[in-house]
């Protein structure tokens, strides 16, 4: 009796000792998938292109990461260029292009547009959007947005936008 109560206390001790050390061992992190990504290259000034506009919530800066995949879940994440500032090319900062990875202030919004530059290239698929971050007291980090953009001799006109994850964090 005594060695059950021994041996009880003990794997109490390592369950306790293993989910302190889990708290500081990782890091935060959370996704979201993005359905219906969609973009078609006509030339420079015609197109239609998929844009995420992802916002951290929290009073840190956040890692992050998207990825886009076509319709065979290959990696298209080459075609996006992450931006800031003015949604127009000529004031807004380009931060990454190609890679789909950045650093997000706290508070801040960044557009990652997924449009490629081959002439009558059509791509359909998904986005993963990730975050990471060492604060391990964050639990949700990001909401974001998607839209669909049409651009025809350089007019632009929306027709769509919809919320990431029904508009929560995640």
């Known amino acids: 009796m005594k060695l059950k109560i021994i041996i009880t206390a003990a794997m109490l001790t390592l369950i306790m000792c293993g989910s302190a050390f889990a708290d500081t061992a990782f890091m935060a992190k959370g996704s979201a998938t993005v359905p219906g990504i969609k973009y078609w290259y006509i030339s420079g000034s015609s197109n239609l292109s998929s844009n995420l506009y992802v916002t951290n919530i929290t009073s840190t800066a956040i890692n992050c990461k998207v990825t886009v995949f076509d319709h065979l879940g290959t990696d298209v994440t080459a075609d996006c260029k992450i931006q800031t500032g003015n949604y127009n090319s000529d004031y807004s900062t380009t931060i990454s292009t190609g890679s789909g ?3 997000l202030p706290a508070g801040g919004t960044n557009c990652v547009r997924i449009l490629g530059s081959q002439t009558g290239k059509v791509i359909y698929g998904h ?7 060492v604060n391990t007291k964050i639990k949700k980090a990001l909401i974001a947005t998607a839209d669909r953009t049409k651009e025809v001799n350089a007019i632009r006109a929306y027709s769509s936008m919809i919320p990431i994850n029904g508009g929560m964090p995640f």
């Open 101 to 103: 990875e950045f650093l």
């Open 127 to 133: 986005a993963v959007i990730e975050w990471c971050s």
